[in-house]
């Protein structure tokens, strides 16, 4: 009985580690962190951001795993909340303008719809109705909990 709980450990242990070097081999692929690194001038600095992603992920996966509570003050927890979502917000929506010009999404669009200017503002756009509708969503408590 304890033999068919290993097998199932491991496996489990197996397929989470490979999804994950798969969303990580995705993120290094697009070249978020080197083209963010290259933007704000701090190339040198390129494995410690990709150290920090990778370790991001480790631990919150283990807090989701493993259902770990942190006690705090409701307005530290408050302040980390929005911290934390402005973070995951700002990585998804770079992660998103990444994988689209990585695939030329943006450029066939553009030529789709023969748009020879303004085309800074239709991503702005894309941008403020994405943060808009989260808002929106969010203030209303449409998220499930």
């Known amino acids: 009985m304890i033999i068919k709980y290993i097998v199932m450990a491991l496996t ?3 397929g989470g580690t490979v999804i994950s070097a798969a969303v990580f081999a995705l993120i ?3 070249g978020v962190i080197t083209r963010m690194a290259g933007k704000t001038h701090t190339a040198k600095h390129v494995r410690t951001y990709e150290t920090a992603v990778v370790i ?4 919150w996966n283990v807090i ?7 006690s705090l003050k409701a307005e530290i927890y408050q302040s980390l909340q929005l911290v934390m979502s402005l973070a995951q917000g ?3 929506g770079c992660l ?4 689209a010009e990585a695939l030329n999404a943006t450029a066939i669009f553009a030529r789709r719809v023969k748009l020879k200017v303004g085309l800074s503002f239709v991503i702005l756009a894309v ?4 943060v808009l509708a989260s808002v929106i969503q969010f203030t209303n408590n449409w998220v499930k909990k």
Do not use: E
């Open 12 to 14: 489990a242990f197996g």
């Open 28 to 30: 290094a692929s697009t």
């Open 56 to 59: 991001g992920g480790v631990l």
């Open 64 to 70: 989701w795993v493993f259902s770990v509570r942190i």
């Open 90 to 92: 700002i990585f998804v």
């Open 96 to 99: 998103a303008v990444s994988l």
């Open 127 to 130: 941008a403020v109705g994405k």
